[in-house]
């Protein structure tokens, strides 16, 4: 049997597992730096979740142990370069196209023809409907919500629309940049609109689609925290998508953000939060109108 060892750069044997140990100063640091950073409440309950997710990082920078991964992230250079590693570690990103269906049907069947300008006639007139997905993580949310609009589109003349989607994790944004996903990940989408939306990567072993051309030109992407006092987004928007993100964060902090999102928002507009999130109790200008679906007060802050 080999007994060669496997060192990196520092010298680190790669086959010893780093340490995961943390003291207690060192989980308040780490504790703090994430709610300060990204509004995310963090407790001791969750420190088998850093551990695991922080377990590749300290693997990929050869460091031996959480505790020098804190010097490294808080005290030496690691700092800003490191931050973004770090942010995507200990994000949950998950998603799904389609992810709580009823709200696409809620936005198409209710909200939309709510929000549709009126010619003198009663009918519909033209216009262009701004959406954001916010946070989109890997972008099936927003390309969902760009099949959809797609497909009222088709069916109404003069309908035209625009999709958002911001994150904070550049990883996860890159990965909706780019379109391309696992096949297994389309199951939700319903067979009509795979047909129409998705191209499927000519190497078929490959076992990938991508977003076709026509959406991916009306979906944009850009970084955003929703801790920044200011949201640097240009638009006001018809309807934004805030789903399961509220949940990570505490009263207050779900108050500042819905109320900044708020700003962004036309007045009679919607928001759609998870389905297990609620705006009951937060001081905010909306009123419920369905599932997890609030419209914004006109005249609200
Ligand atoms: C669970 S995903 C939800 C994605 C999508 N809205 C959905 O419902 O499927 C939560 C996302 O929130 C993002 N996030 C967490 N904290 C954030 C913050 N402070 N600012 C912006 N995005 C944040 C994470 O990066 C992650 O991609």
Known sequence: MSTERNLNMNGRDLNVA??????????????????????????ASKLPMLQGRLQRRLRD????????????????????????????????NKTDFFREPQHFDILVQKVLPELA?????????SWRCKVWSAPCSSGEEAY?????????????????????????????LEH????????????????????????????????????????????????LNFMDR???????????????VLIYFDKPTQEAVVGRLARHLRPG????????ESLTGLDAPFEPCGLAVYRHLAGGA
Request: with cysteine; proline share 4%; hydrophobic share 40%.
């Open 176 to 223: 909706a940049e780019r379109a391309v996903y696992d096949v297994d990940r389309i199951e939700p989408v319903p067979a009509a609109l795979r047909a129409r939306y998705l191209l499927r990567a000519r190497d078929r072993s490959l076992a990938r689609v991508r977003i076709c051309p026509e959406l991916r030109r009306k979906v944009s992407f850009g970084s």
């Open 144 to 172: 969902t919500l760009a099949m959809v609009l797609a497909e009222h589109a088709s069916r109404m003349p003069g309908f035209d629309y625009a999709v958002l989607g911001t994150d904070i994790s550049s990883r996860m």
């Open 61 to 92: 920078l050869g460091l031996a142990s959480l505790e020098a991964y804190r010097t490294f992230l808080f005290e030496r250079d690691g700092g800003t370069a490191e931050l973004q590693h770090f942010i995507d570690a200990v994000t949950t």
């Open 269 to 276: 507009g919607f928001l759609f939060v998870g389905h297990s």
């Open 230 to 244: 200011e949201y640097r987004v240009r638009d006001t928007f018809d309807v934004i998508f805030c789903r399961n």
């Open 117 to 125: 300008p009126r010619g003198l006639d009663g009918r519909p007139g």
């Open 18 to 43: 780093p340490s995961l140990e943390l003291s207690a100063a060192g989980l308040t640091q780490f504790s703090e730096f994430v709610t300060a950073t990204l509004g995310i409440k963090m407790n």
